[in-house]
């Protein structure tokens, strides 16, 4: 069974420029999870979807915004980018809200 | 918010040495897991153990849930264990749930 995906693998991008971010998560997972990693630290919660529906959203401001489809895939929206979200983005999938995370292999954006 | 702390930071072995790994965490908690990240940001998991020992090959990891830590063991390391080493906590109150990472353990194993 395939993993979960990420696409893009790497982005650069201008400051106030728009990013779209796309996560599909393993077959028959209907959880989805985006993290944010900048360099030396552990990852950063953003948001869960469960069902379609936000179920959890972390301390990042609302230039920050995503959102799950009927297929179960995923999208993370960020907008007016600042050097500071230059970070490597992560997404996670779970069969149900609260059950072990798979990640994928991350997007790593780069903002000048 | 929950806290989680991993010890040490940095871990040098000669290959072929045993290691513990600790992480504390400062509240209840749904569920553990332990991940590995390779040095291309991948995420690998290892574990999911809100309690008890699991062993897995040369690795198994406890989780003592009463008293707010667990361990990762690795025995007779290889150059290919080194990396980043986290531990994260699942926390879900009411409509809320989230996973929250640790500051990781860099794992350095030299032949």
């Known amino acids: 069974d395939a993993g979960v995906t990420q696409s893009p693998t790497h982005l650069i991008k201008t400051r106030g420029q728009h990013v779209t971010l796309r996560c599909s998560p393993i077959s028959g997972h209907k959880s989805v999870s985006w993290y944010q990693q900048v360099l030396g630290q552990g990852p950063q919660f953003i948001f869960q979807?469960?069902?379609?529906?936000?179920?959890g959203r972390g301390n990042f401001p609302d230039r920050f915004s995503a959102r799950q489809f009927p297929n179960y895939s995923s999208e993370l929206n960020v907008n007016a980018l600042l050097l500071g979200d230059s970070a490597l983005y992560l997404c996670?999938?779970?069969?149900?809200?609260?059950?072990?995370?798979?990640f994928g292999p991350g997007t790593r954006l780069t903002v000048t | 918010g929950i806290q989680v702390e991993q010890s040490p930071p940095d871990l040098i072995l000669q290959e072929g040495a045993n290691s513990t790994l600790r992480c504390n965490f400062s509240?209840?908690?749904?569920?553990l897991q332990w991940f590995h990240q390779n040095p291309w940001g991948q995420l690998i998991n290892l574990f999911y153990i809100p309690s008890g020992t699991k062993q897995n090959g040369r690795l198994s990891a406890t989780t003592v849930a009463t008293e707010r830590y667990s361990l990762l063991y690795i025995s007779s390391s290889q150059t290919t264990d080194s990396g980043v080493y986290f531990c994260a906590v699942f926390t879900h109150t009411g409509a809320n749930s989230k996973l929250t990472f640790g500051k990781g353990i860099t794992l350095s194993v030299r032949p």
């Open positions: 996670a999938s779970s069969p149900l809200q609260g059950y072990e995370q798979y």
């Open positions: 979807y469960y069902e379609k529906e936000e179920r």
């Open positions: 509240d209840s908690v749904n569920n």
